[in-house]
């Protein structure tokens, strides 16, 4: 668990925390546990790929992953689906599920990233997804299971996070989590756009 002080660091270092991220065991009890504490809606995204490379070595986790929003921070909860190495995977072998990481937006990543390892960061996960990059990194004095997460403050990322903080705060408390199946990797770019208006929607 981060400590309150490296907490207060990193946000002098990096800004604001704008996602919790928890890796779960079952995402969608979790789903439920977090909607009967007043958070929601939820997306649902499932077999989402994630080619990464993990501690210097190639991998493929494959995971499901919800979003919601408490107050203005995002809920982010990952359930990893097959056994590539991962950061996921590393806690899940731990057994210490829970509050997995904290999250920064990022306006130029590689950057930021520099500045982070030239600070004592250890990049422990660099994600390439469809032109984006995602980067876990991890400080010598946190757990070793807890990491800190670099997302790219795209427009379509800002938005996103944006209206979600705007429709949960009138979300009525009721319905489903909208699932959209990324099984097919082909279909990934055409899918999310649509599904999160429809979603910001609700």
């Known amino acids: 668990m981060l ?106 990543i590689h950057s930021d990233v520099e500045r982070a390892e030239g600070l004592g960061y250890e990049m422990v996960c660099d994600i390439r997804m469809y032109g984006s990059r995602y980067v876990y990194l991890q400080s010598p004095d946190a757990d070793k299971n807890t990491y800190i997460e670099f997302l790219p403050a795209s427009l379509m990322m800002k938005g996103m996070i944006r209206r979600g903080i705007a429709v949960s705060k009138t979300w009525s408390g009721e319905g489903r989590p909208m699932v959209v199946d990324l099984a097919n990797p082909a279909r990934l770019i055409g899918s999310i756009p649509g599904v999160i208006r429809a979603w910001l929607s609700r």
Request: one cysteine or more.
């Open 3 to 108: 400590k309150a002080t490296e907490t207060t660091s990193q946000q002098d270092a990096f800004g604001a925390v704008c996602q919790l991220g928890h890796v779960v065991n079952d995402i969608r009890s979790e789903i439920d546990a977090w909607q009967s504490r007043g958070v929601g809606p939820w997306l649902w995204m499932r077999h989402v790929r994630l080619p990464c490379t993990f501690r210097g070595e190639a991998s493929v986790p494959v995971i499901d992953v919800a979003l919601s929003y408490q107050g203005n921070m995002q809920i982010e909860l990952i359930q990893q689906l097959n056994d590539a190495p991962s950061p996921y995977r590393s806690t899940i072998e731990a057994g210490s599920y829970g509050l997995h990481h904290q999250a920064f937006l990022c306006e130029n």
